[in-house]
């Protein structure tokens, strides 16, 4: 493909956002209605969906693996498709399960959090880590 440029690529998510939006409402009122979009979800919670990325994940490496599904009404990038919009419930539900549990954390914040140690310094002494000294 000739030069797909970052506009290319916004513009094609754009587009894929959008269907994937209509397709969210459509299946979304066929599971739960309007009450709560989620609730068929929140049965089984976040894991539960993460089981359900499992699934379409081994039907799309199968697809690739294979080159054939035997399920014609659902295509691998109907698979796809219901990927993207399963990662995008998982991190909902998984935000509404855990409210105070910060996301969006900045390098050292998760590096101070992980505990780990500081990379040793090189002494201008003898040129030893001053974890040697």
């Known amino acids: 493909m000739p030069n797909y440029t970052i506009i290319d ?3 094609d998510i754009e587009a894929i956002s959008h ?13 739960s209605g309007t009450k709560d979009t989620l609730d068929n979800l929140r049965e089984f919670g976040s894991f539960g969906v993460l089981v359900r990325i499992g699934d379409k994940f ?3 490496k199968h697809f690739y693996s294979q080159g054939v599904l035997r399920v014609k009404d659902e295509s691998a ?3 796809m498709k219901d990927l993207i919009n399963y990662a995008n419930y998982l991190l909902i539900l998984y935000q509404q399960e855990h409210p105070k549990r910060k996301l969006n954390l900045t390098a050292a914040e998760v590096l101070s959090k992980a505990k780990i140690p500081p990379f040793p310094t090189t ?3 003898g040129g030893k880590d001053d974890a040697e000294n």
């Open 77 to 79: 990038e109907d698979s």
């Open 9 to 11: 690529l916004e513009k």
């Open 58 to 60: 081994k039907r799309l």
């Open 19 to 31: 269907e994937l939006s209509e397709l969210r409402a459509r299946k979304g009122h066929d599971y």
């Open 123 to 125: 002494s201008s002494a």
